[in-house]
């Protein structure tokens, strides 16, 4: 589920933006309609090649929080395309382009942030796989990740400290905290998606008030979590096998989750 950020080209899975030719800047009409479309809360901070007729441009939102995400403009400057990628061997180029041009830059500092979030731990201790994720009670998405890596968590093959941020409902907040301050979070979160309703996109954990403690330590985990520039639910944060920090937006499926797991490093 994404967040529409005021100062930001909100991210639209699937969709593809049309729009008449741009010519007000005849060097450049792709960087011109990005401009135009950005209607002054965005700022090119670089561009470069992509697939095809495509120019692709790392763009940032000019008042704080100031998150940089990525989009896609044809060479006329007819299109813009501001979401998901994808090529015609399924390669997420979105995805590709966002670990080169954004990640390898903020990651260190990102993964520092989710370091010092406040989370709660699930998994061993000896998992060869680790990482942070951050999701939200009443995220469809995150209920699909969740199912699909329950059994390696359970397993002992994975290990990870879930990141609870609360923009969904109003009821969200009490449902973290319902998480967050059981005796048995990892109960508590179980709980919370075996009873997931797809239909109404609703966790199954009942809110409890949130104390201001609590309230703080949410305000700081949604912080991090625009400083980290993720639109939405889930975020993934880990350090592969290389030692390098990653980041994902949304969440794979299938053979490509595998592979993300696989490349998961089993420290935090």
Not at 103 to 114: Q, T
Not at 181 to 184: A, L, P, Q, R, T
């Given at each position: 589920m994404n967040i529409k950020f005021k100062n930001t080209v909100t991210i639209l899975a699937g969709t593809l933006?049309?729009?008449?030719?741009?010519?007000?800047n005849k060097t450049d009409p792709a960087k011109a309609l990005v401009n135009k479309l950005g209607?002054?809360?965005?700022?090119?901070?670089?561009?470069?090649?992509?697939?095809?007729?495509?120019?692709?441009f790392v763009i940032e939102s000019v008042k704080a929080p100031k998150q940089q995400t990525i989009v896609y403009a044809d060479k006329q400057g007819r299109y813009m395309i501001p979401s998901v990628l994808v090529d015609a061997k399924g390669n997420n180029v979105s995805q590709e382009d966002y670990n080169a041009k954004i990640?390898?830059?903020?990651?260190?500092?990102?993964?520092?942030?989710?370091k010092n979030a406040n989370w709660i731990e699930e998994g061993s201790a000896k998992a060869p796989h680790k990482a942070y994720?951050?999701?939200?009670?009443?995220?469809?998405?995150?209920?699909?990740?969740?199912?699909?890596?329950?059994?390696?968590?359970d397993s002992g093959q994975l290990a990870v400290r879930w990141i609870f941020v609360a923009f969904m409902k109003p009821q969200s907040p009490g449902m973290v905290a319902a998480i967050m301050?059981?005796?048995?979070p990892s109960k508590a979160l179980s709980i919370d998606e075996s009873k997931f309703d797809l239909q109404t996109e609703t966790g199954g954990i009942q809110p409890i008030n949130v104390t201001p403690a609590m309230q703080e330590k949410i305000k700081q985990n949604m912080a991090f979590m625009a400083e980290a520039?993720?639109?939405?639910?889930?975020?993934?944060?880990?350090?592969?096998?290389?030692?390098?920090?990653q980041i994902v937006r949304g969440a794979p499926s299938g053979p490509a989750l595998q592979n993300m797991i696989n490349s998961m490093s089993n420290t935090f």
């Open positions: 933006l049309a729009t008449s030719v741009f010519a007000a209607n002054g809360n965005i700022k090119v901070v670089k561009s470069f090649p992509s697939i095809g007729n495509l120019e692709g990640a390898s830059v903020l990651g260190p500092k990102i993964y520092a942030g989710a994720m951050v999701v939200e009670p009443n995220c469809s998405a995150c209920h699909m990740l969740y199912t699909q890596i329950k059994p390696m968590i301050e059981s005796k048995d520039a993720f639109t939405g639910t889930p975020g993934i944060i880990f350090k592969s096998t290389d030692g390098k920090p």
